[in-house]
């Protein structure tokens, strides 16, 4: 784990002053940026969310596929927490935190938006952390790559029925064209671009050089681009920060809870059908984290860039990265006490 991705949630908190000073001290910098837009798409930020989510795709080999006959078991626990169960909690407890709990001190329509900008969170699984989390518990790294690329094929089908629907049931009208679109922009467009990318470069320079070289050299991109699109988006919310500070402390209580909920039932299956330990934690870690970056382009595709729901996703990126190496902890914690492996795991 690199050094900017073990601190995150500090540069995230830096991120955060630094935006705010923008927007006080030089707002003709945010009220600028904020005009470059196309179709409801703000340019600047869209070519920072690709700069995040290219060099993640290119970890994404289909041709891994085929192990998914290897761990059914594993595989069936990911795919059923993942769009069957987290979408859905996260739904669930955020709405009953922000707009039942919470009431008193977040207003119905901001509390919407939160509850819309969760929604986005959860229906996403994540792709590139995942990997991290899985190297910390000694996971399988062929059962990691097998998983995460399946999760991103159904992603391309499910996000955006998922998010239509439960954004429908949580009283949010969006076109489903804009939805699309942004499925188009941050998940098709990067996937493709990603597994082109590698079909070229590993037949012309070799797969040990892609590997070894090319992932690694662009492998940093991701968080300098999460950096300076949370100082933009900060610099963007400048006034909404000051004035609603209280509703982030706030926020970071559901998307806590839920992310253990989600992790625990995963692990609690892994455990119960005696999924071996080194698929059991990546199985269990990747439903509890989530793919933040395309959940803030949508948002801000979505509602916009100085929405609830974008500040409610950058809230994820916020909580993420301590939660999860806590988990962490725990997935390795349990190793010693973990339930012999079945003969036949395909049972």
């Not at 006080?24 to 869209?46: C, D, M």
């Not at 969310?49 to 290897?70: C, E, Q, S, T």
């Not at 990603?194 to 991701?222: C, H, M, N, T, Y």
């Amino acid at each position: 784990m690199s050094f900017f991705e073990k601190y995150l949630s500090v540069w995230v908190l830096l991120c955060i002053g630094i935006g705010v000073a923008v927007a006080q001290f030089v707002p003709l910098v945010p009220a600028t940026l904020g005009s470059w837009e196309y179709a409801h798409v703000n340019l600047p930020v869209a070519v920072l969310i690709w700069v995040m989510i290219y060099p993640m795709m290119l970890k994404v080999d289909f041709h891994a596929l085929r192990g998914v006959k290897n761990q059914p078991r594993g595989i069936g626990i990911t795919l059923v927490v993942n769009w069957l169960i987290k979408p859905f909690t996260m739904f669930a407890i955020t709405w009953l935190f922000v707009k039942v709990l919470f009431a008193p001190w977040i207003d119905a329509l901001k509390g919407t938006e939160y509850v819309a900008g969760a929604v986005l969170l959860g229906a996403a699984p994540c792709t590139a952390m995942v990997f991290v989390w899985s190297y910390l518990t000694k996971g399988d790294g062929a059962f990691t790559l097998v998983q995460v690329a399946l999760n991103d094929l159904i992603m391309l089908v499910a996000y955006a029925p998922i998010v239509m629907l439960l954004l429908g049931i949580g009283g949010v009208a969006v076109p489903l064209d804009t939805v699309l679109l942004s499925v188009g922009l941050y998940v098709v467009v990067p996937l493709a671009a990603g597994w082109f990318s590698r079909v070229l470069i590993v037949r012309a320079q070799g797969k040990a050089w892609f590997d070894e070289k090319f992932v690694p050299a662009v492998g940093q991109l991701p968080v300098y681009g999460l950096l300076l699109t949370l100082v933009l988006l900060f610099s963007f919310q400048g006034a909404t920060i000051q004035s609603h500070w209280l509703h982030i402390l706030l926020l970071a209580v559901p998307l806590t809870l839920q992310t253990f909920v989600n992790f625990g039932i995963a692990f609690g299956a892994a455990r119960l059908f005696r999924v071996p330990h080194n698929i059991a934690g990546p199985s269990a870690l990747i439903g509890g984290s989530n793919f933040f970056e395309l959940a803030v382009a949508v948002a801000i595709s979505l509602f916009g860039l100085t929405s609830g729901a974008a500040l409610a996703t950058v809230v994820g990126v916020l909580v993420e990265v301590p939660v999860m190496l806590a988990l962490v902890v725990l997935v390795n914690r349990s190793r010693a006490g973990w339930p012999t492996r079945v003969t036949n795991p395909g049972l």
